[in-house]
Nanobody, 126 residues
């Protein structure tokens, strides 16, 4: 499956932004999905995830309550709605997918995912 992320940009502290990631697959509902982010010199870190059927979601402590992950199976798209953005949210954001049709719990490790999008840069100015 190929993933295409979009929606990044330059925003101010406190603003909102929505990222999108569209997948090229006929079995989108069988994939668990997630967003990770990475800054220069640091490891890629978990942001949010959603199960294949969308029944369960999970968030990193640093974004819980500010970000929301969702999926639109009709559009083969996963979203990351980001609110109350902070300068420390500045990073390249990556969407990821893993074929897990029977998993009922979200996946939060980089090693859980085999498919990755190209990344989209989010810059939050203070």
């Amino acid at each position: 499956v190929q993933l295409q992320a979009s929606g990044g940009g330059l925003v101010q502290s406190g603003d909102s932004l929505r990222l999108s990631c569209t997948a090229s697959t006929r079995t989108f509902t069988s994939y668990a999905l997630a967003w990770f982010r990475q800054t220069p010199g640091k490891e890629r870190e978990f942001v949010a995830a959603i199960t294949a059927r969308g029944r369960n979601t999970g968030y990193a402590d640093s974004v819980n309550g500010r970000f929301a992950i969702s999926r639109d199976n009709a559009k083969n798209t996963v979203y990351l709605q980001m609110g109350s953005l902070k300068p420390e949210d500045t990073a390249v954001y990556y969407c990821a997918a893993s074929y897990r049709p029977g998993t009922n719990w979200y996946l939060a490790e980089v090693s859980d995912y085999r498919e990755w999008g190209q990344g989209t840069l989010v810059t939050v100015s203070s």
